[in-house]
């Protein structure tokens, strides 16, 4: 968040869920007769077909295009990571990443090589981290309005699909905390390894979690309010992109379990919210599988990766750009000369 800050109220960015677009019914429809002229039989390409279905439905387009992907790696640094002992790395990594990030050296850009998409690296206020929220709010109004929508900017015209990933040292202890606060259940039911956390370590970051929900529960009264109290910078801005991304038809992919956290306030706010995200994997952090099944979402792979910073998005693009590629490139039986059943 350097340079020039976006302006948005929260209430002004609170007021576009209430003019969410819903599926393209026509594309939809469109995408289901091609599909069934296809060179295959029916329902051959299986899953496949239903993300060309997808896509034709919240691009509002058939075929939909998969021409230019994005792929935005939010990265921020947190308070509670400074505090205490709840990540097996330094604070000081979130900015060694960045600039490895900068230099081509992590795995998100030579998975991004791969598929031909482009990385945006988002770098958020690094040396301003959010406040311990095991002692308050992480985050005041403000901070948390300008983090929306600066995630809101990453949503630009021409981009036809947008991979979302972060990070941040102490991120999942932000996770787990959001997931706690929305869906109750015991903190430890949400709390995993993250970079790597065992023993002591791991039941402080438990503790953290714990402590965060009860510090802050009289503040939480809504979804947005959890977001400002146990959430994050490069949350916030995940939260910001996924709405922004609604409104201008762009279809989402989300990546871990971090990722999926800040994606599920915006569910938690308005009940089919994330009917434009898929989640690109599962991801090894064990909590992930129950935040899926709060959502309702079936991941595309199941890799056991738990890196973060979009790369499980930016695997699933492959799928996704090969469901766009068949649906839209493969010829009809007519026009192939192909017997039908
Ligand atoms: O999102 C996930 O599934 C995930 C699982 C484990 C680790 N991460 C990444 O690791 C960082 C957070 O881990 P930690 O232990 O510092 O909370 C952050 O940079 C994330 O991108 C992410
Ligand atoms: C090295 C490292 C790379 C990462 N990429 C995303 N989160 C990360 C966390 C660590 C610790």
Same mark, same amino acid.
């Given at each position: 968040?350097?340079?020039?800050?976006?302006?948005?109220?929260?209430?002004?960015?609170?007021?576009?869920?209430?003019?969410?677009?819903? &599926? /393209?019914?026509?594309?939809?429809?469109?995408?289901?007769?091609?599909?069934?002229?296809?060179?295959? &039989?029916?329902?051959?390409? #299986?899953?496949?077909?239903?993300?060309?279905?997808?896509?034709?439905?919240?691009?509002?387009?058939?075929?939909?295009?998969?021409?230019?992907?994005?792929?935005?790696?939010?990265?921020?640094?947190?308070?509670?990571?400074?505090?205490?002992?709840?990540?097996?790395?330094?604070? /000081?990594?979130?900015?060694?990443?960045?600039?490895?990030?900068?230099?081509?050296?992590?795995?998100?850009?030579?998975?991004?090589?791969?598929? /031909?998409?482009?990385?945006?690296?988002?770098?958020?206020?690094?040396?301003?981290?959010?406040?311990?929220?095991?002692?308050?709010?992480?985050?005041?109004?403000?901070?948390?309005?300008?983090?929306?929508?600066?995630?809101?900017?990453?949503?630009?015209? !021409?981009?036809?699909?947008?991979?979302?990933?972060?990070?941040?040292?102490?991120?999942?202890?932000?996770?787990?905390?959001?997931?706690?606060?929305?869906?109750? #259940?015991?903190?430890? /039911?949400?709390?995993?390894?993250?970079?790597?956390?065992? #023993?002591?370590?791991?039941?402080?970051?438990?503790?953290?979690?714990?402590?965060?929900?009860?510090?802050?529960?009289?503040?939480?009264?809504?979804?947005?309010?959890?977001?400002?109290?146990?959430?994050?910078?490069?949350?916030?801005?995940?939260?910001?992109?996924?709405?922004?991304?609604?409104? !201008?038809?762009?279809?989402?992919?989300?990546?871990?379990?971090?990722?999926?956290?800040?994606?599920?306030?915006?569910?938690?706010?308005?009940? !089919?919210?994330?009917?434009?995200?898929?989640?690109?994997?599962?991801?090894?952090?064990?909590?992930?599988?129950?935040?899926?099944?709060?959502?309702?979402?079936? &991941?595309?792979?199941?890799?056991?990766?738990?890196?973060?910073? !979009?790369?499980?998005?930016?695997?699933?693009?492959?799928?996704?750009?090969?469901?766009?590629?068949?649906?839209? #490139?493969?010829?009809?039986?007519?026009?192939?000369?192909?017997?039908?059943?």
């Amino acid at each position: 968040m350097s340079d020039p800050q976006p302006q948005a109220s929260l209430q002004e960015i609170r007021d576009l869920l209430k003019v969410f677009p819903g &599926p /393209d019914e026509a594309s939809i429809q469109a995408a289901r007769e091609r599909e069934g002229q296809l060179t295959k &039989p029916p329902g051959a390409l #299986g899953r496949l077909e239903e993300v060309a279905e997808w896509l034709a439905a919240w691009q509002g387009k058939a075929p939909p295009r998969v021409d230019r992907p994005r792929v935005a790696v939010f990265a921020a640094n947190h308070g509670v990571a400074t505090a205490k002992p709840v990540s097996a790395f330094p604070v /000081d990594v979130t900015q060694q990443m960045v600039a490895n990030f900068q230099h081509g050296g992590a795995a998100v850009n030579q998975l991004c090589l791969v598929h /031909d998409a482009e990385l945006r690296v988002y770098e958020m206020a690094l040396e301003h981290p959010t406040k311990d929220f095991t002692e308050g709010p992480a985050m005041t109004d403000s901070e948390c309005a300008t983090a929306l929508a600066y995630g809101m900017m990453a949503v630009e015209e !021409g981009v036809n699909v947008i991979c979302l990933g972060e990070m941040g040292i102490g991120n999942t202890t932000a996770a787990a905390a959001v997931c706690h606060a929305l869906y109750g #259940g015991e903190a430890a /039911d949400w709390v995993g390894p993250g970079t790597g956390v065992e #023993g002591d370590a791991l039941s402080a970051k438990v503790a953290a979690v714990q402590q965060a929900v009860e510090t802050n529960k009289a503040a939480m009264t809504d979804p947005f309010e959890v977001l400002r109290c146990v959430g994050g910078y490069e949350l916030a801005a995940i939260v910001g992109a996924v709405i922004a991304a609604r409104v !201008g038809r762009v279809p989402v992919i989300l990546d871990g379990y971090t990722c999926t956290a800040a994606a599920a306030i915006l569910e938690a706010m308005l009940p !089919g919210a994330l009917d434009h995200c898929v989640v690109g994997h599962l991801s090894a952090e064990p909590a992930h599988a129950a935040l899926l099944g709060k959502l309702g979402k079936e &991941p595309l792979l199941n890799l056991n990766m738990r890196l973060g910073e !979009g790369s499980g998005a930016a695997v699933a693009l492959g799928l996704v750009k090969s469901a766009a590629a068949c649906h839209a #490139g493969m010829a009809t039986f007519a026009e192939a000369g192909v017997s039908g059943a």
